[in-house]
């Protein structure tokens, strides 16, 4: 049975101090705080495939790309910005996801969520 990505994307995200969602450009997007971290599209920007666009840190996009561009890509507008794409079609490693959300998440939130996240873990 596949997952629904956008429940599990919020169940990854719902469980990181002060995030919230908003729709932004007809998207679900993500905030840690007052900026973007993750966005959710349905694919209207890759040929009808599913995907979540997450910021990452400096050299990560061209690391995941390179490693594997069936899964990975520059997303359109974010991709400058060093945001990469990962594909959620057929076997997705929800684990693999989480720790880029939390990548992501870490880049943007505040300190008092960050210190919340590191003592609840």
């Not at 990962?86 to 490693?93: A, I």
């Not at 684990?95 to 960050?114: I, Q, S, T, W």
């Amino acid at each position: 049975m596949a997952r629904d990505p956008l429940k599990q994307l919020r169940t990854i995200i719902e469980a990181l101090p002060e995030t919230s969602e908003k729709l932004s450009h007809g998207a679900p997007t993500w905030w840690g705080g007052k900026k973007t971290f993750a966005v959710f599209h349905t694919g209207s920007y890759d040929e009808g495939r599913r995907a979540v666009w997450i910021k990452a840190p400096e050299g990560a996009q061209a690391a995941l790309i390179s490693a594997d561009p069936e899964r990975f890509y520059r997303p359109k507008y974010m991709g400058p910005s060093g945001w990469v794409a990962m594909r959620l079609e057929g076997e997705v490693d929800w684990a693999e996801v989480r720790v880029l959300l939390l990548d992501g998440y870490r880049m943007v939130a505040p300190k008092r969520a960050l210190a919340q996240l590191d003592s609840d873990s």
